[in-house]
């Protein structure tokens, strides 16, 4: 009997140590505002969790800042939406490849009143000039994320040169969701993501106004850190992130993400 119990009492602890060590099991993904505040995160994580015990911390920041916690390895993934700021951390060795995963689009928000009367348009530079001839409150996050980024590509290509000196320019340094709150206060225009945007609960007198654009296209990219260059990167378990949110179940349990009956993320993994 005392022996039974000194062999159960071992598989207990084995049991219980092994136990301790899956659900130790952790990835840091630094990522963007608009995944998070989207809720993308909240659905996709789950069932990843469930598949492979590895938990998923995320750090939902603007593209740059996103990109530069992956510079400094505190990050195992980085999972963010500027291509061209993508294509920079590959070249300079912070990680191996970049695979996109997912799209959607960008959208123009304003007043319903449309003091610019830019309103059904399909070019969002045209609107964009329309906004800065008339004078009209134009609010920007003005924190280097993917979507700042993509506002101030479109204000080049309108050859507008826009800056926080402009009375009617307004720059928040924020994410996505506190950027319209203060449009929503201000009752200016505002670049979003569409998916931030139909998840926004304080939308006050604001509408999408143009959309449609194909300079909207907004893509995602996922990058897993480089060992390499931080030997503390969970290589592996990233690894195993990566692998799962570009799989067949990945890309369908992104797609299955809705509000209102409606896809907020489409996903163009290469197969």
Do not use: C
Not at 192 to 199: I, V
Not at 241 to 255: L, P
């Amino acid at each position: 009997m005392k022996n039974l119990r000194s062999i159960i009492s071992a598989l207990t602890l084995s049991l219980l140590l092994s136990t301790a060590v899956y659900a130790q099991k952790s990835i840091v993904v630094s990522s963007t505002t608009s995944t998070e505040q989207s809720g993308l995160f909240g659905h996709i994580l789950p069932p990843f969790e469930k598949k492979t015990g590895i938990q998923v911390k995320v750090v939902a920041v603007g593209t740059g800042q996103a990109l530069d916690i992956g510079r400094r390895g505190d990050a195992d993934v980085v999972f963010v939406h500027d291509k061209v700021a993508e294509e920079k951390f590959v070249a300079e060795g912070f990680t191996d490849k970049r695979i996109e995963v997912m799209y959607n689009d960008f959208v123009l928000i304003g007043p319903k009143s449309d003091p610019a009367k830019v309103a059904g348009g399909k070019d969002i530079q045209a609107a964009l000039k329309k906004i800065a001839d008339s004078k009209s409150t134009f609010v920007s996050r003005g924190d280097k994320s993917g979507t700042h980024a993509a506002e101030l590509r479109y204000w080049k290509g309108a050859d507008i040169a826009v800056s926080a000196n402009l009375p009617w320019y307004k720059e928040t340094g924020s994410g996505m969701g506190p950027a319209l709150n203060t449009a929503s206060g201000m009752n200016g225009y505002i670049l979003s993501d569409r998916a931030t945007w139909l998840t926004f609960k304080n939308r006050g007198d604001l509408a999408i106004l143009v959309q449609g654009d194909p300079k909207l296209f907004n893509q995602y990219g996922v990058m897993l850190v480089s060992s390499a260059k931080h030997p503390n990167v969970k290589k592996a378990d990233g690894q195993a992130f990566v692998d799962w949110i570009t799989s067949k179940e990945g890309q369908d349990t992104i797609a299955a993400y809705k509000v209102g009956g409606e896809q907020l993320f489409f996903p163009n993994a290469k197969k």
